[in-house]
C-alpha cells in the first residue's frame, strides 16, 4: 500500500496556509473600514471661497471719440471733455489725452508692440506703457497712459466713435 501520511500532511498544512492569508486579509480589509469610517467621521471643511466675477463697463468720451471697457474695479479719478485719468486701489492704472502733447514721444519710444494688428511705438515709463493713437474718425491724436496688464483688455474693447 501506498503511505498516505505525506498527503494528509501537505493537506493539514495546505489548511493551515490558508487559514493563515485569511486572517491576514482579513486584517487587512478591517484597516481600510476604520480608515473609511474615520474620514467619513470628519465634518466637511469650508470649500475656498472664489473671488467674484470681474464685472466689466463701458466708458466713453465723445470729445476722444473714443469707447472702451474698464474693469467694476478700476474708478475714474478725473474726467474733462478731452482727458481722463483711472485708478484700482489708489494706484493710477490708466490715463488718455487727445489735447495735450508729449514732446520727443518718438525718441523716447523704445519698444514697439501690435495695437489692432498695426505696429505703434511705446514707451515704458515707470512700469506703465505710453503710446498714441490717432482716431481715424476725427482725426485727433490721443495719448495713453496705461497699465500693462490692462492693454489686452483696451485693445480689443477699443472702439472708435463718432462726435
Given at each position: 500500500m501506498?503511505?498516505?501520511?505525506?498527503?494528509?500532511?501537505?493537506?493539514?498544512?495546505?489548511?493551515v496556509?490558508?487559514?493563515?492569508?485569511?486572517?491576514?486579509?482579513?486584517?487587512?480589509?478591517?484597516?481600510?473600514?476604520?480608515?473609511?469610517n474615520?474620514?467619513?467621521?470628519l465634518?466637511?471643511?469650508?470649500s475656498?471661497?472664489?473671488?467674484?466675477?470681474?464685472?466689466?463697463?463701458?466708458?466713453e468720451?465723445k470729445?476722444?471719440?473714443?469707447?472702451?471697457?474698464?474693469?467694476?474695479?478700476?474708478?475714474?479719478?478725473?474726467?474733462?471733455?478731452?482727458?481722463?485719468?483711472?485708478?484700482?486701489k489708489?494706484?493710477?492704472?490708466?490715463?488718455?489725452?487727445c489735447?495735450?502733447t508729449?514732446?520727443?514721444?518718438?525718441?523716447?519710444?523704445?519698444?514697439?508692440?501690435?495695437?489692432?494688428?498695426k505696429?505703434?511705438?511705446?514707451e515704458?515709463?515707470?512700469?506703465?506703457?505710453?503710446?498714441?493713437?490717432?482716431?481715424?474718425r476725427?482725426?485727433?491724436l490721443?495719448?495713453l497712459?496705461?497699465?500693462?496688464r490692462?492693454?489686452?483688455?483696451?485693445?480689443?474693447?477699443l472702439?472708435?466713435?463718432?462726435p
Amino acid at each position: 500500500m501506498k503511505k498516505t501520511a505525506p498527503y494528509v500532511f501537505l493537506a493539514v498544512l495546505f489548511v493551515v496556509l490558508t487559514f493563515i492569508v485569511g486572517v491576514r486579509y482579513g486584517q487587512r480589509v478591517e484597516q481600510t473600514n476604520k480608515a473609511i469610517n474615520y474620514l467619513i467621521s470628519l465634518p466637511p471643511t469650508k470649500s475656498p471661497i472664489s473671488p467674484p466675477p470681474v464685472a466689466f463697463s463701458s466708458y466713453e468720451n465723445k470729445d476722444c471719440g473714443i469707447r472702451f471697457l474698464i474693469p467694476s474695479t478700476v474708478k475714474i479719478q478725473y474726467e474733462s471733455t478731452s482727458s481722463g485719468k483711472f485708478n484700482e486701489k489708489g494706484v493710477m492704472t490708466f490715463q488718455f489725452d487727445c489735447t495735450a502733447t508729449i514732446e520727443n514721444y518718438e525718441k523716447t519710444a523704445t519698444e514697439e508692440v501690435r495695437f489692432q494688428n498695426k505696429k505703434i511705438l511705446v514707451e515704458n515709463a515707470g512700469g506703465m506703457m505710453r503710446f498714441q493713437i490717432i482716431n481715424p474718425r476725427n482725426g485727433k491724436l490721443i495719448y495713453l497712459y496705461l497699465n500693462p496688464r490692462l492693454f489686452p483688455l483696451f485693445e480689443k474693447s477699443l472702439e472708435f466713435i463718432s462726435p
